[in-house]
């Protein structure tokens, strides 16, 4: 069973940056995809950013250009840098991972946390 908490949300104006984290309680070396995602109000969880098979990064469209997504393999941490955000990125932001064991595949959420970006 693994455990991902992320931190680093909080309030910040239109134009500006924040960095979340999210701490991964289980080896990088099962996990075949792990990332981001996020939850509007009132809309459905979209993806943000992932590492996918092979280490490869894929974005949303909303995304490219203004975040980045990295990994630290040896303190088992996982980042979101988020330049230029808008109102609109406003949500609850959560840390994911995909893990596989044993031709089985376990998919593991944070508890999320809060970005509001204000104009």
């Known amino acids: 069973q693994a455990q991902l908490v992320e931190s680093g949300g909080g309030l910040v104006q239109a134009g500006g940056s924040l960095r979340l984290s999210c701490a991964v309680s289980?080896?990088?070396?099962?996990?075949?995809?792990m990332g981001w995602y996020r939850q509007a109000p009132g809309k459905e969880r979209e993806l943000v950013a992932d590492?996918?098979?092979?280490?490869?990064?894929i974005y949303a469209d909303s995304a490219k250009g203004r975040f980045t997504i990295s990994r630290d393999n040896a303190k088992n941490m996982v980042y979101l840098y988020m330049n230029s955000l808008k109102p609109e990125d406003t949500a609850v932001y959560y840390c994911?991972?995909?893990?596989?064991?044993?031709?089985?595949?376990?998919?593991?959420w944070g508890r999320g946390t809060q970005v509001t970006v204000f104009s």
């Open positions: 590492f996918v098979d092979g280490g490869s990064t």
């Open positions: 289980i080896s990088f070396h099962s996990i075949n995809r």
């Open positions: 994911h991972a995909d893990q596989l064991v044993g031709g089985n595949k376990y998919d593991y």
